[in-house]
DNA sequence: AAGTGGTCTAGACCACCTT
DNA sequence: AGGTGGTCTAGACCACTTA
């Protein structure tokens, strides 16, 4: 009883306690309820998530890894502080990583996978009527999962998933405005247009520009709020 | 006495003993004297190292997220084998980083570094003459990190060192051929020419075809010793 | 069904910060 | 000097593999 409590082990475990913490983790600094800059104190993560020192740490540790996490030796672990200059950097990563991935799917894709594409871009319209400012950028990260999951360079995967990640904690935190998230829905039409057509070259040069908006906007929106008192 | 043999520690330490770890077994592995696809057990490495269990984990884990290491849970840990795919895919982003990279060391390279630049090539240029293949490629590194140390963007030179590091273990191991050597030197100095005449646009070109030869190139080298028997 | 080796617990140790 | 909290040791536990 314990145990499955503590693991989550239903009966088939090849999951251990410092992945199980990994996972939680991560979508609590995804999320936004472990904020940017926030100190981890091995200890309290220990209790909060029922478990002990040497567990905690190497999700610690993976999370590092993947750059939600930041280690300095002898004084603890924080949650990665995301700044202007950062989102920046990865922005610039975005926009050559994101236009070569889209051009094997341009190339690739099925017509089950166009139909998605067109019906994920329909959730998307919808939900900017709809729904509240929160809840939009789920929808982004479903139309450019279905463009780049199935690509065969999984180290250029395991880059756009890195930077998804960590854009999804500022995403929670300031929202795009309601004029931008329109602008992304043109954007993405006009990508999903080009991925009709299989034009590689002119697919790849929206989703670039795409990507460089959506940095500036996001950049933009952040240092706002900052002189806002944020 | 044994602390200071252990840890390294002269007086100053803000090292503990899994960065310690962690720096050597990356060096053992980089050097190839850890060979891709080796078990790494984890009392074996603590007893190779003086040390013990946990911080051998921790090293491994932070190793893993430089992508030199790969767990599996409740399987242990082994050193990334790397096929061709992966060379051809961490080739493949290479080729999109390294002309961004190159940019801005075009735009902004002062008179020093062109000078360092040249200085480097010239020994690389001997070093084809007078050293050993394995030799060879720590001056094509000195090249690179000319070019690229004093980017802003250091989450794409952190992109751009794992690969340097992944790629170092392969070219220890399957040295390039010397015609291919030569036309590497004369690639450098394509880029020189261009670093000295500030033409970002034709460096670019240039840095990019380099690195896709750089790949093929080693790919051909790994197969060839594959189906040789290697 | 025993062995191997990865994982975790408790507690000691010790680096770093504050007073 | 004392406190906080990160790091490490010894040993128990347990997942996975081989026979």
Redesign the interface.
């Known amino acids: 009883m314990d145990l499955i409590a503590k693991t989550g082990r239903t009966g088939a475990p090849?999951?251990?306690n410092y992945?199980r913490l990994r996972d939680l983790i991560r979508a609590d600094i995804v999320e936004g309820r472990l904020p940017s800059g926030a100190r981890l104190k091995i200890d309290e993560i220990a209790r909060r998530y029922d478990s002990s020192a040497?567990p905690v740490?190497?999700a610690l540790?993976?999370l590092?890894?993947?750059g939600v996490v930041v280690f300095l030796?002898?004084r603890g672990a924080w949650v990665r502080r995301v700044d202007a200059?950062?989102l920046r950097?990865?922005h610039?990563?975005r926009a050559?990583?994101e236009p070569?991935l889209l051009r094997w799917f341009v190339r690739h894709r099925t017509e089950a996978q166009l139909d998605a594409l067109v019906a994920a871009q329909t959730a998307y319209d919808r939900s900017v009527d709809e729904e509240e400012p929160a809840r939009w950028h789920s929808h982004n990260v479903v139309f450019h999962s279905i463009c780049y999951d199935g690509h065969?360079?999984?180290?250029?995967l395991a880059?756009a998933k890195r930077h998804t990640e960590l854009l999804h904690t500022v995403a929670q935190k300031f929202p795009v405005s309601r004029s931008r998230a329109l602008q992304v829905c043109r954007e993405h039409w006009a990508i999903i247009e080009m991925v009709r057509m299989q034009n590689e070259d002119a697919a790849a040069a929206i989703v670039e520009e795409h990507v460089r908006n959506a940095g500036r906007h996001l950049i933009e929106r952040m240092l706002a709020a900052d002189h806002a008192g944020g």
Do not use: K, S
């Open positions: 090849a999951q251990t992945t040497i740490r190497e540790q993976q590092q890894g993947e030796p002898n200059d950062f950097n990865i610039e990563v050559l990583t070569y065969y360079n999984h180290e250029a880059i």
